[in-house]
T-cell receptor
């Protein structure tokens, strides 16, 4: 958790707002992930970036838009969200080219959509 | 689905007792990992067991893997109140050729009462 930071930690937004979540990793990893964690559901993988290239988009609605400007930073841009998008959004990183892929998680952003 | 399923969903024990959590999965795997999550926080990697291993220890943790039954168990011995958390298994499906993707289960919520 200490090597991956996320801001903000809490976010409340209306359905018409635009906001961004930020993730930064200080571990020298080349892969970064966004997950969504809702109550009583498994952790849902949203996006995977490897070497700054998106390699996975898990059928995520277009109101979620990821951006990976470099291997240390990952953003999740949010616009016109729905109340069901309220959840804990977790960022993770891992080294590439290694098996197994142990992932290191940030503390998460608790998002509430009104 | 390749998703892992933890059992039980919730477990409440007294301090000093052992806690056992189980995980079942559906496809062939390269390795299986266990993660821990304190309430509202990010996940922390605990231990990894490879598909050719049957048992692994780390401190008070003991993990077993039975690939014929596609199941794993996590044993925490001499539990402490600080072990209170949710525990997730995560599988790295085989045949992904270096993909970093992990598939997480729904988790077991462990409560250790002082």
């Amino acid at each position: 958790e200490t090597g991956v930071t996320q801001t903000p930690r809490h976010l409340v937004m209306g359905m018409t707002n635009k906001k961004s979540l930020k993730c930064e990793q200080h571990l020298g990893h080349n892969a970064m992930y966004w997950y969504k964690q809702s109550a009583k559901k498994p952790l849902e993988l949203m996006f995977v970036y490897s070497l700054e290239e998106r390699v996975e988009n898990n059928s995520v609605p277009s109101r979620f838009s990821p951006e990976c400007p470099n291997s240390s930073h990952l953003f999740l841009h949010l616009h016109t969200l729905q109340p069901e998008d309220s959840a804990l959004y977790l960022c993770a990183s891992s080294p590439t080219g290694t098996i197994p892929p142990v992932q290191f998680f940030g503390p998460g952003t608790r998002l509430t959509v009104l | 689905s390749q998703q892992g399923e933890e059992d039980p969903q919730a477990l409440s024990i007294q301090e000093g007792e052992n806690a056992t959590m189980n995980c079942s999965y559906k496809t062939s795997i390269n390795n299986l990992q266990w993660y821990r999550q304190n309430s509202g926080r990010g996940l922390v990697h605990l231990i990894l067991i490879r598909s050719n291993e049957r048992e692994k220890h780390s401190g008070r943790l003991r993990v077993t893997l039975d690939t014929s039954k596609k199941s794993s168990s996590l044993l925490i011995t001499a539990s402490r109140a600080a072990d209170t958390a949710s525990y997730f298994c995560a599988t790295a499906p085989s045949g992904q050729g270096g993909s970093e993707k992990l598939v997480f289960g729904k988790g077991t919520k462990l409560t250790v009462n002082p």
